[in-house]
């Protein structure tokens, strides 16, 4: 019980509370089953938490919000992505590029959706997650269109807030077609 009570949120601990008067009078094999479901319920949480901060990124992405994206991400980060035509970009400048000269500069609306999300929990301060990405924009000539992208992006917690350490993305890249 200690380490889910150290979980992002305190739910299976209380559930675990309020689900058993005397924990220590169960037998051991019900206990490690109750054990066993609170931390699928702890689990899933934090599946849910990886797939909000990644919308959040996406979002601050979507809006050309720079200073956002960079609490976000951890300043070492590397990333393989088709701007960077093959190669490995580490830290933000090569990202800080486009806020500047592209997405804080678009004026019509973009709605993006994470699709079939997969989260890798690696611990309890690292995680993985990977989806499929469809953007919707209007073209030069107002008439709506779609672009898919993957993409993988791992996560690491650092003093109690998750950061990107690395992603990489296939397909679309970020300049939409006109």
Not at 71 to 93: H, I, Q, R, S
């Amino acid at each position: 019980c200690a380490r889910l009570c150290q979980a992002s949120s305190p739910l299976p601990c209380l559930l675990l509370i309020r689900s058993m008067q005397n924990p220590f009078s169960l037998q051991p094999e019900k206990l490690l089953r109750k054990l066993s479901i609170l931390g699928n319920i702890s689990q899933e949480l934090r599946k849910q938490e990886i797939i909000k901060v990644t919308e959040q990124l996406i979002e601050a992405i979507s809006n050309g919000d720079f200073e956002s994206y960079t609490k976000m991400c951890d300043p070492g980060m590397t990333a393989f992505e088709p701007e960077a035509l093959g190669n490995l970009v580490e830290g933000l400048d090569f990202h800080r590029f486009y806020f500047e000269n592209l997405w804080s500069r678009n004026s019509k609306p973009v709605h993006t959706t994470i699709l079939n999300p997969h989260i890798h929990l690696m611990g309890d301060e690292s995680a993985c997650i990977a989806y499929i990405r469809i953007t919707q924009y209007l073209d030069a000539g107002g008439i709506p269109r779609t672009a898919q992208s993957e993409e993988t992006r791992v996560w690491h917690r650092r003093d109690g807030k998750w950061q990107i350490v690395h992603f990489h993305r296939s397909g679309a890249p970020s300049v939409l077609p006109q």
